[in-house]
């Protein structure tokens, strides 16, 4: 729900991949990413055809689900913002390809004349925005040590897409080198590489109907809207669990460790409040208030995108000694 792109990157070239494994392997070279042939023959073609389509049937299956995992995004931009990325991220790491794929054979000597297909750049790419934009809740832990959170299963499975392929660390270094370009605040890709407005309409009268999907109505709604009212409200509902287990496990262990439990609300006294009327009344006293904290602008910037106020994040970064997954999580249960 509200993530048609997403659907459409999820069944269309899955779809295609099968066919062309189980159906049609000999349109197969057709879709090969074959660097010699668009460099010596100029078949630009293949620029599009083997950087959409996997021939490998695990390399299909990890980037399904991690299109699965990341869409996200699309809920949390927009799909025109979503879009531009992921063109953006494309563009930039084809071009990325071609580099690394000199810099080996100037540097190492080895001659690589086809890499993994795929849509595996722009896939790699979205590892950017998911390090530094979603938080991280901690679900459990193994052997008292390693910590399981909301984020592991991702990250497993980035790690066996990286691990299928003998050249595919390539393709996952483009695609992370072009993610952090285009998040870029210093060399502006984001304004050069977007879709217009006006292709976006096109798509979303055409294309949208047919992946678009109902809202469930049997269940809880867990997805993410467009607006950032909205994402803030369904990000503090779907959240709210996983941190409250977190939270609770961590005081048990600080209890048997310390014999005590922790009052967070005597730490982290309420920043914010749902209604801006009853704001003036609830101020703290100017004795209350905690001498000013340096915080940094990089992370109050972080917390805005997120759909925090400036004056939430300031506080919350105050509070909790500038440590943005404290703060995020402190923000959006309260």
Not at 6 to 26: D, E, N, W, Y
Not at 86 to 103: H, K
Not at 154 to 179: H, M
Not at 188 to 213: D, G
Request: aromatic content about 12%.
């Amino acid at each position: 729900d509200k993530a048609p792109l997403s659907k459409s990157l999820l069944l269309v070239p899955s779809a295609i991949s099968i066919l062309l494994t189980l159906l049609f392997q000999h349109y197969q070279k057709f879709f090969a990413y074959n660097l010699q042939a668009i460099k010596e023959d100029f078949q630009i073609w293949r620029l599009v055809c083997g950087r959409t389509i996997c021939l490998d049937l695990k390399d299909t299956f990890c980037s399904s689900l991690l299109i699965y995992n990341f869409r996200i995004f699309e809920r949390r931009y927009g799909s025109r913002k979503f879009s531009s990325f992921l063109l953006g991220a494309w563009m930039l790491s084809a071009l990325f390809d071609l580099l690394l794929v000199e810099i080996a054979q100037y540097i190492f000597g080895i001659t690589i004349n086809s890499l993994p297909s795929g849509f595996l750049g722009p896939v790699f790419a979205l590892f950017v925005p998911f390090y530094s934009s979603i938080p991280r809740v901690q679900v459990t832990q193994v052997l008292g040590h390693f910590s399981i959170t909301n984020k592991t299963l991702v990250y497993i499975l980035g790690l066996q897409l990286l691990t299928s392929g003998s050249y595919i660390w390539i393709l996952a270094l483009s695609g992370l080198v072009s993610g952090v370009c285009y998040n870029s605040s210093i060399l502006k890709v984001h304004r050069i590489l977007c879709v217009p407005s006006w292709v976006a309409k096109i798509f979303s009268w055409t294309l949208e109907p047919i992946f678009s999907s109902a809202e469930p109505t049997n269940e809880v709604r867990v997805g993410m809207g467009a607006t950032v009212d909205i994402q803030r409200q369904q990000r503090m509902e779907l959240l709210d669990r996983q941190i409250m287990m977190s939270q609770v496990a961590q005081m048990r262990r600080q209890r048997q460790q310390q014999g005590g439990m922790i009052n967070w609300n005597r730490l982290f006294p309420p920043l914010r409040h749902r209604h801006n009327a009853n704001y003036q009344d609830h101020r703290p006293s100017e004795q209350d208030t905690p001498p000013p904290t340096e915080v940094s602008e990089e992370q109050v910037a972080r917390l805005m995108e997120m759909g925090f106020s400036r004056g939430d994040a300031l506080e919350a970064l105050r509070a909790s000694n500038n440590d943005l997954n404290v703060a995020t999580n402190f923000l959006l249960q309260h």
